[in-house]
């Protein structure tokens, strides 16, 4: 029995489809949830969501909030969730660009300093993520 | 009966507001398409985030955090979602006047108003204002909205109040809108849940007190969100209805006074002629 999957955003349903496998970065750290799960309620980090769905894999962005997971039902909600292909590499090189400038312009442990660096972590992971869209040299 | 340069001057006049609804119809049809797709798009989030909640509610103990706990109601905080500006039927009337009645029923009530028609109504009735939200615009971002829910956990955590209610007109169809009244807070799941779920093994990560933590002010966040988008589309809506029948009903006006002056002229001319032929005959026997 596959795993029933939505992924919702306050501004859409981003997915919503039958899935075999779900790795996806949990506020404890990576998780990756199978059929017959337990059931489970955490928060969530900002990461690289993958479901598997036979040979398929859709790579995802995501940037905080909840998973519900219950009898092979799981339900994401992210503050956003941002798909693989959607991603625009140029804008999130500027935009890792602008927050190192940003970071090392900043004091040190200060509140630009702290947004810097999450916006860096930002366009890291979106980076990462743009990465996967492409055929993986082995 | 007007005479027929006044008839004609009023078929200008309402010709001229025609054009002016009719330029409004246009904008608000369009921003209402936008409005109705933003709503309708965001609602999936609200509802699963409430129902997982509700439905986690059994697994959890109520004195784990302040927002779950009900409280004897001595005093009752109203967010009362309005437009900023009119022209948009009875919306604001009809939601005004369901909150007041509903008010009636709690022992007390104070305000939190968004929207200028709203703060006005609340003056109005000489209703306490605990706080007031203006300019939020036709797209605002959770950003704009947090605060709104901002002032009322606080108001309630403070115990300034014992139960928080939104009131917003539920967007329902371009010729349907709802007025609303729905209890945020506390955050009290119904009853039956509670106790009939089978003891399931739930594992909260990290643990049920930091889950709750997190999610409980983020639903509230998103339920004032999705009030305010509800709200938008409603109002969008509103105007574009209402401005569809002023444009109308001048279409009727126009023809109705077009036809009168019609007919004065019609009756001038006659008049004229009959003077004519009768001066004439008058001539041809003297």
């Not at chain 1, 990576?30 to 990461?47: E, K, R, S, V, Y």
């Amino acid at each position: 029995m596959p795993l029933q999957v939505e992924v919702i955003t306050p501004e859409r349903k981003v997915f919503e489809d039958e899935v075999d496998m779900i790795v996806i970065p949990g506020s404890e750290g990576m998780l990756g949830i199978l059929p017959h799960h337990a059931p489970l309620f955490t928060g969530l980090g900002a990461g690289e969501m993958r479901l598997k769905k036979g040979t398929l894999e859709y790579v995802f962005a995501v940037f905080g909030g909840f998973m519900d997971v219950r009898q092979d039902k799981v339900t994401v909600l992210t503050d956003s969730a941002e798909h693989a292909e959607e991603i625009d590499e140029r804008r999130a090189q500027e935009a890792r660009q602008r927050a190192q400038e940003a970071l090392e312009a900043a004091p040190a442990s200060s509140a630009d300093e702290q947004r810097a660096r999450a916006a860096l972590q930002r366009a890291l992971i979106r980076l990462r993520v743009a990465e996967r869209r492409r055929p993986r040299r082995s | 009966m007007p005479s027929e340069r006044e008839l004609v001057r009023r078929v200008k006049t309402v010709r001229n507001i025609q054009q002016v609804t009719k330029a409004m119809q246009t904008i608000s049809a369009s921003k209402m398409r936008r409005a109705q797709q933003a709503v309708l798009a965001s609602r999936p989030y609200e509802e699963k985030l409430r129902q997982i909640l509700m439905s986690l509610a059994p697994y959890t103990d109520p004195e784990v955090h302040p927002l779950l706990q009900r409280r004897e109601v001595k005093r009752a905080g109203i967010v009362l979602v309005t437009t900023d500006r009119g022209l948009v039927g009875a919306m604001n009337t009809n939601l005004v006047r369901a909150t007041l009645r509903h008010a009636e029923q709690l022992p007390a009530a104070g305000y939190v108003a968004v929207g200028r028609k709203g703060i006005g109504a609340i003056r109005r009735f000489r209703q306490p204002l605990i706080a007031e939200f203006t300019k939020l615009g036709d797209r605002p971002t959770t950003a704009d909205t947090n605060p709104i829910a901002r002032v009322a956990v606080d108001e309630f955590l403070s115990g300034t109040v014992d139960e928080v209610y939104l009131a917003f007109t539920r967007f329902v169809s371009t010729i349907k809108q709802v007025p609303t009244l729905r209890r945020i807070l506390p955050l009290v799941p119904e009853e039956e849940q509670r106790r009939d779920q089978p003891p399931l093994q739930y594992i909260f990560e990290p643990d049920p007190e930091t889950v709750l933590e997190a999610v409980l002010p983020r639903l509230l966040a998103i339920a004032v969100y999705q009030a305010i988008l509800e709200n938008i589309a409603s109002e969008q809506s509103a105007r574009m209805v209402a401005m569809r029948n002023a444009t109308d009903a001048a279409t009727d006006l126009i023809e109705s006074y077009t036809l009168a002056a019609n007919k004065a002229r019609q009756w001038r001319i006659t008049k004229e002629m009959l003077e004519i032929a009768s001066g004439s005959e008058a001539l041809a026997k003297g």
